[in-house]
């Protein structure tokens, strides 16, 4: 994997939110159809684009579980 930016991760109840040193990314939960936690980072799963990878030194699990507390009030 080749990294493309480096930045923070926001989880917010409406959205997934990337702010990048380069560029920001703003994904709507509402179109994330799935998620992937590893130890060291989470795969996001769209319903189309890119499919974006978040690598670093984080807890990934709690990450992954706002994320899905999030997304599962939409439900």
Do not use: H
């Amino acid at each position: 994997m080749t990294q493309l930016d480096t930045g923070d991760l926001y989880v917010t109840s409406k959205r997934l939110f990337f702010n990048g040193a380069k560029k920001n990314i703003s994904i709507p939960l509402g179109k994330i159809t799935m998620f992937t936690v590893f130890k060291d980072g989470l795969q996001i799963e769209k319903e189309a684009g890119k499919d974006p990878y978040f690598l670093g030194a984080s807890d990934w699990e709690l990450a992954g579980a706002c994320l899905d507390a999030a997304a599962s009030k939409l439900r």
